[in-house]
């Protein structure tokens, strides 16, 4: 696989190429949505413009020192918890804490996507890292997503993002051994190498304010194809300042993206 583009199974049969990555994370990251507000200073409404997508909820704030704004990061890709919510989620943090250490110290350091085949196979169980984020999600609550959004955060090379959309997606990717969904996250990321880092390094070049890993990267192009939202994203992305400075492909250059 080159940089010139993505096979992502998961996302989809064709070819994702770089182009229409690279402008569907910057419409992520910068694309808007109105919204009609009112208030007691402004009882008749007026309309203000709101990020569309989680970046500036998630990917460009800091995880607190004392795990204190961990859940508000959660809700920043998930949404609002009531109380009782909150205490699950505070509390399945609190759970699988230790194992997310532990997967830590069972990689030693390596980044997710090189780790070997073995710690994400049910053959080389018990104490692997794809055991771990399997007890993880076993333990994660009512909002297994909130509780991984943390996870990702605290540790962005190692532990993967998903939702209920991106667990679907990839379920029919699964192997025979596999441990669980992370593994074809694994295979993604590794099959597509040299396109992942050129995407990471054109992210955190272009936008500035945040520096996903891969592992995010390939977490928002799965969540936009899955939830049918990349059309929107990449149109987003061609219209902002960074794509026109950069102009990585012209709009009337892209190949059919969809």
């Given at each position: 696989?080159?940089?010139?583009?993505?096979?992502?199974?998961?996302?989809?049969?064709?070819?994702?190429?770089?182009?229409?990555?690279?402008?569907?994370?910057?419409?992520?990251?910068r694309?808007?949505?109105?919204?009609?507000?009112?208030?007691f200073?402004?009882?008749?409404?007026?309309?203000?413009?709101?990020?569309?997508?989680g970046w500036?909820?998630?990917?460009?704030?800091?995880?607190?020192?004392?795990?204190d704004?961990?859940?508000?990061?959660?809700?920043?890709?998930?949404?609002?918890l009531?109380?009782p919510?909150?205490t699950?989620?505070?509390?399945?943090?609190?759970?699988?804490?230790?194992l997310?250490?532990?997967?830590?110290?069972?990689?030693a350091?390596?980044?997710?996507?090189?780790?070997?085949?073995d710690?994400?196979?049910?053959?080389?169980?018990?104490?692997?890292?794809?055991?771990?984020?399997?007890?993880?999600?076993?333990?994660?609550?009512?909002?297994?997503?909130?509780?991984?959004a943390?996870?990702?955060?605290?540790?962005?090379?190692?532990?993967?993002?998903l939702?209920?959309?991106?667990r679907?997606?990839?379920?029919?990717?699964?192997l025979?051994?596999?441990?669980?969904?992370?593994?074809?996250?694994?295979?993604?990321?590794?099959?597509?190498?040299?396109?992942?880092a050129?995407?990471?390094?054109?992210?955190?070049?272009?936008l500035?304010?945040?520096?996903?890993?891969?592992?995010?990267?390939?977490?928002?192009?799965?969540?936009?194809?899955?939830t049918?939202r990349?059309?929107?994203?990449?149109?987003?992305?061609?219209?902002?300042?960074?794509?026109?400075?950069?102009?990585?492909?012209?709009p009337?250059?892209?190949?059919?993206?969809?």
């Open positions: 696989m080159t940089a010139d583009a993505f096979l992502l199974p998961s996302t989809g049969p064709d070819p994702l190429p770089m182009a229409t990555a690279v402008a569907a994370v910057l419409g992520y990251a694309a808007r949505r109105p919204l009609r507000f009112r208030s200073a402004w009882p008749q409404g007026h309309w203000v413009s709101l990020p569309a997508f500036t909820r998630f990917d460009t704030l800091a995880t607190g020192p004392n795990g704004t961990d859940v508000l990061l959660g809700e920043g890709l998930h949404g609002r009531d109380e919510g909150w699950d989620v505070d509390d399945a943090l609190a759970r699988v804490g230790p997310a250490a532990a997967a830590a110290e069972r990689a350091g390596a980044p997710f996507w090189a780790l070997p085949d710690e994400l196979s049910v053959l080389g169980e018990p104490g692997t890292v794809g055991a771990a984020l399997r007890e993880i999600d076993r333990r994660g609550g009512a909002h297994p997503a909130h509780v991984r943390v996870l990702h955060h605290q540790r962005p090379t190692l532990v993967p993002h939702t209920p959309s991106t679907r997606a990839l379920l029919p990717h699964t025979e051994g596999d441990s669980g969904v992370d593994a074809v996250v694994r295979r993604e990321l590794r099959a597509n190498a040299d396109a992942f050129a995407l990471e390094h054109t992210v955190a070049t272009l500035g304010d945040a520096s996903p890993t891969r592992l995010r990267l390939h977490d928002i192009l799965l969540w936009l194809a899955t049918l990349l059309p929107f994203a990449v149109a987003a992305g061609e219209a902002t300042a960074e794509w026109r400075s950069a102009a990585p492909v012209s009337s250059d892209a190949p059919d993206r969809l």
